[in-house]
C-alpha cells in the first residue's frame, strides 16, 4: 500500500441511475456496506452488475480511479443512501 484515504459517495435520487465514485487514484476499492440497504455496483467499462448487501464488505480491485466504479442501490428506491465506508488505495 502506497497511500489510502477515505471518500463518501451518495446513490442518486432518481433510483435506477448509476453513481460514480468521486475522482481519486486507486488501484483497490475497500467497502464496507453499513447503509442498511443492498448495492448494486459495476465497472464503467462493463455493464455487469455486482450486489453487495447489506452489512457485508467488498474489495474491488482493477481500478486506476476510483470514479471508474459507480454505484445505486439495488432496489432502485428514489430514498438515496449515503455510503461513508469506502476506503480508496494506491
Excluded at 460514480?20 to 447503509?35: E, K, R
Excluded at 464503467?44 to 445505486?72: M, Y
Aim: glycine fraction near 4%.
Amino acid at each position: 500500500m502506497i497511500s489510502s484515504k477515505f471518500i463518501t459517495v451518495t446513490t442518486a435520487v432518481d433510483g435506477t441511475s448509476f453513481t460514480a465514485l468521486p475522482s481519486a487514484q486507486a488501484h483497490f476499492v475497500h467497502v464496507l456496506n453499513n447503509t442498511g440497504e443492498d448495492l448494486a455496483f459495476k465497472y464503467s467499462t462493463d455493464e455487469g452488475t455486482f450486489v453487495l448487501p447489506a452489512n457485508t464488505a467488498w474489495t474491488f480491485r482493477g481500478l486506476n480511479n476510483a470514479n471508474q466504479l459507480l454505484v445505486k442501490r439495488a432496489d432502485e428506491s428514489a430514498t438515496p443512501v449515503t455510503l461513508s465506508s469506502v476506503e480508496v488505495e494506491l
